[in-house]
């Protein structure tokens, strides 16, 4: 089946640093999606991408859509102590909506 | 405008009992997920309703899971005899219709089975 691979898996950094993150695939989607998700919540979506090769930006995070459309990453600048929760990639089938997944990546900011 | 409603938000059980779980979407979403998320990975689809119909159960233990939406709005999701491995947190999500990129999520339920 498809499998979306997230790395890091968690990250430490001083507040202020920039943080980048990524997730690849060993399929083709349309769409790729960055949600966030706070301890007991679930997950928010931060930036939605469309188009390969496509520069998105929502505040301090800038998100792209790799040109293969098998890539996407997603960049914090200045991190700040609310930057802190489990950032999830997903991919989306155009046809259904079903979003697949990455493993997560967890950050944690020190103040 | 009000979001994604789950109940219960923690359930414990034994395993082999039964146990439920309800979603209200957002008024006027016609497309409903559940979602299953094990400790540690990412959420993973179980089943996806377009209105009432079901559009996508390929991921749903048939033997032991079970879901509806009997009228369009409201769902439930069922388990039974729960095992060990159903420990995870069911996310319920919404959106306008499949095509649509946004899906919003409830809080999700707890489930531990002991």
């Known amino acids: 089946g498809q499998q979306l691979n997230q790395s890091p898996q968690s990250m430490f950094i001083q507040e202020g640093e920039d943080v980048s993150m990524n997730c690849t695939s060993s399929s083709i989607f349309n769409t790729w999606l960055w949600y966030k998700q706070d301890p007991g919540e679930g997950p928010v979506l931060l930036i939605a991408?469309?188009?390969?090769?496509e520069l998105t930006s929502n505040g301090r995070l800038t998100a792209q859509f790799g040109i293969t459309r098998k890539d996407s990453f997603l960049n914090i600048s200045a991190s700040i102590p609310s930057d802190v929760g489990i950032y999830f990639c997903a991919g989306q089938a155009s046809n259904t909506g079903k979003l697949i997944f990455g493993q997560g990546t967890t950050l944690q900011v020190k103040p | 405008e009000a979001g994604v409603a789950q109940s219960p938000r923690y359930k414990i059980i034994e395993k082999r009992q039964s146990v439920a779980f309800w979603c209200n979407p957002i008024s006027g979403h016609a497309t409903l997920y559940w979602y299953q998320q094990i400790l540690g990975q990412g959420p993973k689809l179980l089943i996806q309703?377009?209105?009432?119909?079901?559009?996508?159960d390929s991921q749903l233990p048939k033997d032991r899971f079970s879901a509806e939406r009997l009228k369009g709005v409201d769902s439930t999701l069922k388990i039974q005899p729960a095992k060990l491995e159903d420990s995870a947190v069911y996310l319920c999500a919404s959106s306008l219709d499949r095509t649509t990129d946004t899906q919003y999520f409830g809080p999700g339920t707890r489930l531990t089975v002991l």
């Open positions: 309703f377009q209105n009432n119909g079901v559009v996508d």
């Open positions: 991408l469309y188009k390969a090769g």
